[in-house]
């Protein structure tokens, strides 16, 4: 008896309150029964996540199945059953393919449940029509997510040329009074904190419980203390440089809807360190392109230092981040290897960098 899989997508986090979970296992369940399967209680669900542009296969759970199927954990001749093409994918077409192409090469059998289709290595080879349906399904699914992407999209540039608030509810630091964003002190202060801390070299874990041992209360929600997954939140929030970022694929933030209260260089520095401890460090030459670091010693191999925002200006009292003032740094460095030429001691947080 071969056994089989079930794979449950949907895109939108919302459908989880509604029916899509429960039609999509009693599909499988039946066609299970019906054709005497061995239904695998692991089943594999990408909930929230999108075919569009194929992060299910690269980063979801279609993926995981795929890399046990590699592993040999997953025999071949087993089933993997989906309610529609479309869960599988909704990319554009040759993508679409190649994640069709991939799953029944590696000896799978797919069937989709609400035609109750069955596609294999050997009869898309035997009977070359059933690739040329599976094909018009897939580009059916993409011109479908595309279209609505575009409409999307459509909505967003006309309320941003509107003007109009688009949406209510803002990050935490900021509070909307009648058509405007206004900072909110307090929290506009441990926001600064938490930046200048984390650029000092401070992780995500470190940092979170220096905040809890500080007693900073957790900005917004209903969290009772922080942690590193909060902390990370703040961090990665460009809304802290002004900008709004929709929550759809395809749709550009919109720069300067917020107040800023980080500036630019000083969140990309930031980044730089959270890069680094995820072991995709930018490089000293995207940071020299920024106009964060400037440098005189011809030697390739130098140590590069760091300043935190709050040093910088206990260093400099009279110092904007607009006048561009650099600090002298003591603090660990961040970069052990430059790829040019560099003063180690200084570091500039703006444009006017000190020759």
């Avoid at 199927?69 to 997953?74: A, C, H, P, Q, S």
Wanted: glycine share 8%; aromatic share 6%; proline share 5%.
């Amino acid at each position: 008896m071969a056994t089989a899989f079930s794979y449950i997508r949907f895109s939108a986090r919302g459908q989880e309150k509604g029916d899509s979970v429960r039609r999509q296992s009693a599909l499988a369940r039946a066609y299970a029964d019906k054709h005497a399967l061995t239904l695998d209680e692991r089943s594999y669900e990408d909930l929230g996540v999108s075919a569009f542009k194929s992060k299910n296969l690269v980063e979801g759970k279609l993926g995981t199945f795929l890399k046990a199927v590699d592993e040999g954990l997953i025999p071949k001749g087993s089933y993997l059953l989906v309610e529609s093409l479309d869960r599988v994918s909704r990319a554009e077409i040759l993508d679409a393919l190649d994640t069709f192409l991939t799953i029944i090469k590696r000896g799978i059998t797919l069937v989709t449940l609400n035609d109750e289709q069955v596609y294999t290595r050997a009869n898309v080879t035997d009977n070359w029509t059933k690739l040329i349906m599976a094909l018009a399904v897939m580009a059916r699914a993409n011109e479908e997510s595309a279209t609505k992407a575009r409409r999307v999209r459509e909505a967003w540039e006309a309320k941003k040329a509107s003007g109009a608030i688009l949406r209510s509810v803002g990050p935490s630091w900021l509070t909307l009074k009648g058509s405007k964003w206004v900072q909110v002190p307090e929290k506009v202060k441990h926001v600064r904190h938490i930046f200048a801390l984390a650029a000092q070299g401070l992780g995500t874990p470190t940092l979170a419980d220096k905040l809890n041992e500080e007693q900073v209360p957790p900005l917004g929600g209903k969290a009772e203390f922080w942690t590193p997954e909060l902390v990370m939140g703040t961090l990665r929030n460009r809304a802290v440089i002004g900008e709004l970022v929709s929550r759809k694929k395809g749709v550009e933030p919109i720069v300067g809807y917020y107040p800023a209260i980080i500036k630019e260089r000083d969140f990309n520095l930031v980044q730089a360190h959270i890069n680094e401890r995820d072991g995709r460090l930018l490089g000293l030459r995207g940071l020299a392109a920024g106009g964060l670091v400037r440098g005189s010693h011809d030697s390739p191999f130098k140590i590069e230092h760091h300043c935190s925002i709050e040093t910088y200006y206990q260093d400099h009292p009279g110092s904007t981040q607009e006048n561009g003032n650099a600090a002298t740094c003591t603090d660990p460095p961040l970069l052990r290897q430059a790829s040019l030429p560099c003063r180690p001691e200084r570091v500039c947080f703006a444009a006017a960098c000190p020759p």
